[in-house]
């Protein structure tokens, strides 16, 4: 069955760095979707995606995030000058017209 | 209660026991649906409700929706030890092009073999 892949499955980064997370979504599927997961808290949304374009996106998806989709395949998440905040699981899903969302196995994200 | 609460937050059965859990939500929705997360790992889906259906069926699992009191219950019936997870209500509210969806905060099934 296709999945959602993200890469990398753990990344650790100083304060103030820069951090790029990947997903390749499902390959047939038109929306795209990114969430986080505090540890120890609910799944958050945080931007949607779709027509390569931003469709939603939460009070949490400041200036300091960005979302891209480079090539036909990936779909990247760009978070600027990191906060001890910012560490958290960081979920990926996709889906076609209809519902429901495939989700990835996340990037842990950690900042020192 | 925030949009999609579960109840109750942690749950332990013997195996071979049925496992119920709860949500609330508090918007109206378009449907909701209930997901699972193993440790460490991404969210499964494991079933869809839409606002107009009451009750549905997959395997072991069975789901409920009552709308008047924005409420679903997931039953897992002859449960197994490998359905120790969180599990996950999420709402999806039907705003034209949106289809986020509202997780709860979930609760945690140990089923002890």
């Known amino acids: 069955e296709p999945e959602v892949t993200q890469t990398p499955s753990h990344q650790v980064t100083q304060m103030g760095q820069e951090v790029i997370l990947r997903c390749v979504p499902i390959s047939n599927h038109l929306y795209f979707y990114w969430y986080r997961q505090i540890l120890g808290q609910k799944v958050e949304f945080l931007v949607s995606?779709?027509?390569?374009?931003?469709?939603?996106k939460s009070e949490i998806f400041d200036d300091q995030f960005s979302v891209e989709r480079p090539d036909g395949s990936n779909f990247t998440l760009k978070i600027r000058s990191t906060k001890l905040e910012d560490s958290a699981m960081y979920f990926c899903?996709?889906?076609?017209?209809?519902?429901?969302?495939?989700f990835g196995d996340g990037t842990r994200l950690s900042i020192l | 209660s925030q949009q999609g609460e579960e109840d109750p937050q942690a749950l332990s059965i013997q195996e071979g026991e049925n496992a119920t859990m709860n949500c609330s939500y508090k918007?109206?929705?378009?449907?909701l649906q209930w997901y699972r997360q193993n440790s460490g790992r991404g969210l499964v889906h494991l079933i869809l409700?839409?606002?107009?259906?009451r009750e549905k069926h997959s395997g072991r699992l069975r789901v409920t929706l009552d709308t008047s009191k924005k409420s679903s219950s997931l039953l897992i019936t002859a449960s197994r030890a490998a359905d120790t997870a969180s599990y996950f209500c999420a709402t999806d509210a039907g705003d034209t092009g949106r289809r986020a969806l509202t997780f709860g905060s979930g609760t945690r099934l140990q089923v002890q073999p």
């Open positions: 918007t109206s929705i378009n449907n």
């Open positions: 995606f779709y027509n390569n374009e931003i469709s939603e």
């Open positions: 899903a996709s889906r076609d017209r209809a519902q429901p969302q495939h």
């Open positions: 409700i839409r606002s107009n259906e």
